[in-house]
């Protein structure tokens, strides 16, 4: 008689796939909880292939994974939508899945981009994702594009310019910018350094006819867009939660207790990226600096 059994190596696959699937799940839901994606974006995923990550996701954990739903919430809406507590994201009928839909575009509604948009573009997102480094590669390969250049009263690092990197000053010189209104906007960041936005250069490029890039944080992103509604705000995202987690940690420029107090910021900032026009996913630094230059000449047409 045949020999049935399931060869040893067969199953030591099929045990490492079911342990990568099941951390990539786990990832995905950190990825929900922390907004780094839309729950609209990944329940099309799911019901496009129902093989996929997202589609192999059950229900109940989808919903947990979601900012403020606890276990009774998560009760009451699988009642509310008829949709059975055992069901993965990729197994819903139709049905179900335009009641979800629908759920989720009323609990979590996707900001759209705003008409009569201007040159001027602001580009934001949170801690270690990557803004400076897209908006140097932007510079060094589009020069036909002004990139504003901050004001800041934190010391210049090594290898910074004054006037190329950042106008270095101090307390009383950036309290008299302030004052005398030459800055677009202004905060602290990190708890520590100011930075600003010197409002002439931006105002004497855009005579010019000129396209202006903003790589600021969330809070000049607000102030820019209450002073000058036009703007165009592009949020530039992590491709996972992990990975700004291991970009943070790979710089080596915090110690642990500053990166767990940026990662608490991250997520605050995460939850407000559905008050900027375009979201770009920076998981190559070309490709996300070509998205952006992209979206400055279609605002210059």
Known sequence: MPDRSVPDVD??????RAVERRRARASLKRDLTMRVVSPQSVAEKAFADADSVAGSMRITDFLLALPAIGIGKRD???QELDISPVKRLGGLGVRQRASLSQWLDARFPLNEARAGRSRLLVLAGPTAVGKGTVA???RATHPEIHLSVSATTRAARPGEIDGVHYYFVDDAEFDRLIADGELLEYAVVH????YGTPRAPIDAALAEGKTVLLEIDLQGSRQVRASEPSATLIFLLPPSWDELVDRLVGRGTEDA???AR???TAKVELAAQNEFDFHIVNEDVAAAAR???ELSEATAR
């Open 191 to 194: 708890n520590r350094a100011r």
């Open 257 to 259: 207790e500053e990166r």
């Open 262 to 264: 940026r990662l608490r």
């Open 136 to 138: 140097a590669h932007i």
């Open 76 to 78: 009451r809406i699988l």
């Open 11 to 16: 199953r030591a696959a099929a045990a490492r």
């Open 291 to 293: 998205e952006v230059v």
